[in-house]
């Protein structure tokens, strides 16, 4: 059973930049597409974007394009969301997901994933 951990979360400023990580445990990372997701307080969770196994292809909610960006590290079982210019529309609780696909190319936005984190608390605010 593949494990995620989310890390890196916390308090910060209108503005101001922040990395959080993902940790994944009992599984190749090679072997999965991974998908960041977050749910503001009292809404639906929603997708925020996606990189394929392979590393040339990400996909981004719009409303994060030009400010955040995902990376992955298979050699350390890790996948990154750096963000940037936050805003406190972006407070939300962050999960990463894995997805067991042989498609080397493929990005998904809905949550047909396989496994999930607990996810990591995000606060934008002044």
């Known amino acids: 059973q593949v494990q995620l951990v989310e890390s890196g979360g916390g308090l910060v400023q209108p503005g101001d930049s922040l990395r959080i990580s993902c940790a994944v445990s009992?599984?190749?990372?090679?072997?999965?597409?991974m998908g960041w997701f977050r749910q503001p307080p009292g809404k639906e969770r929603e997708f925020v974007a996606a990189i394929s196994r392979n590393y040339g292809f990400t996909d981004y909610v719009d409303s994060v394009k030009d400010r955040f960006t995902v990376s992955r590290d298979n050699a350390r079982n890790m996948v990154h969301l750096q963000m940037s210019g936050l805003k406190p529309e972006d407070t939300a609780v962050y999960s990463c997901a894995a997805k067991s696909t042989s498609n080397l190319y493929l990005t998904i936005r809905t949550e047909t994933y396989d496994y999930w984190g607990q996810g990591t608390q995000v606060t934008v605010s002044s």
């Open positions: 009992r599984g190749d990372l090679r072997n999965y597409l």
